[in-house]
T-cell receptor, first 115, second 114 residues
Framework: AQSVAQPEDQVNVAEGNPLTVKCTYS??????LFWYVQYPNRGLQFLLK??????LVKGSYGFEAEFNKSQTSFHLKKPSALVSDSALYFC?????????????FGTGTRLKVLA | GAGVSQSPSNKVTEKGKDVELRCDPI?????LYWYRQSLGQGLEFLIY????????KSGLPSDRFSAERTGGSVSTLTIQRTQQEDSAVYLC????????????FGPGTRLTVL
């Protein structure tokens, strides 16, 4: 069975500092991994995804994520946080061996960037 | 271009009533998903439709929940005999249909069951 975990309910970081939002997963086959962001009073938006290839993927708004197969992780990172990055972040996974298009989302991590 | 739209944006109903939630996906998207987001919780998968294949209903929490997709486009999620625990934001998403395509989400329908 596929699963995903976001161990932190909330992450606080000072503006200008690097940020990391953690995500770990469990699948039988190869994972398809995604990050989505939900800004206040706005819908969920796609940030980036890992399908195959380079372990470091770059996405919207300066975010990037590193796929680590040995640690089964896909942490979201940004070198310098902005107050406007404050939002709810979701990691999602699909197991390529599952035979289904079903995605499992994590419980979300609230990022708070302090000015 | 137009994104995913959902209606109504808000729905308040009394316990025991039936409700219908509508989703208009992006034109040309063959995959359509329904999720439920309860306050303080993550996204709970409900059902997805992919092209002409049988839908995956494995996430529907009870037989009070059903969904259909007509003509490969518009989808309706129906909740019969609503309960207070059904109160949540119901999100619809669509994608191009490849197994690794990202999903585009609608703004959601906030359902409140009194």
């Amino acid at each position: 069975a596929q699963s995903v975990a976001q161990p932190e309910d909330q992450v606080n970081v000072a503006e200008g500092n690097p940020l990391t939002v953690k995500c770990t997963y469990s699948v039988s086959g190869n994972p398809y991994l995604f990050w989505y962001v939900q800004y206040p009073n706005r819908g969920l938006q796609f940030l980036l995804k890992y399908i195959t290839g380079d372990n470091l993927v770059k996405g919207s708004y300066g975010f990037e994520a590193e796929f680590n197969k040995s640690q089964t992780s896909f942490h979201l990172k940004k070198p310098s946080a902005l107050v406007s990055d404050s939002a709810l972040y979701f990691c999602a996974v699909r197991d390529s061996a599952s035979g289904t298009y079903k995605y499992i989302f994590g419980t979300g991590t609230r990022l708070k960037v302090l000015a | 271009g137009a994104g995913v739209s959902q209606s109504p944006s808000n729905k308040v109903t009394e316990k025991g009533k039936d409700v219908e939630l509508r989703c208009d996906p992006i034109s040309g998207h063959t995959a359509l998903y329904w999720y439920r987001q309860s306050l303080g919780q993550g996204l709970e998968f409900l059902i997805y439709f992919q092209g002409n294949s049988a839908p995956d209903k494995s996430g529907l929490p009870s037989d009070r929940f059903s969904a259909e997709r007509t003509g490969g486009s518009v989808s309706t999620l129906t909740i019969q005999r609503t309960q207070q625990e059904d109160s949540a934001v119901y999100l619809c998403a669509s994608s191009l249909g490849q197994s690794f395509d990202e999903q585009f989400f609608g703004p959601g329908t906030r359902l409140t069951v009194l």
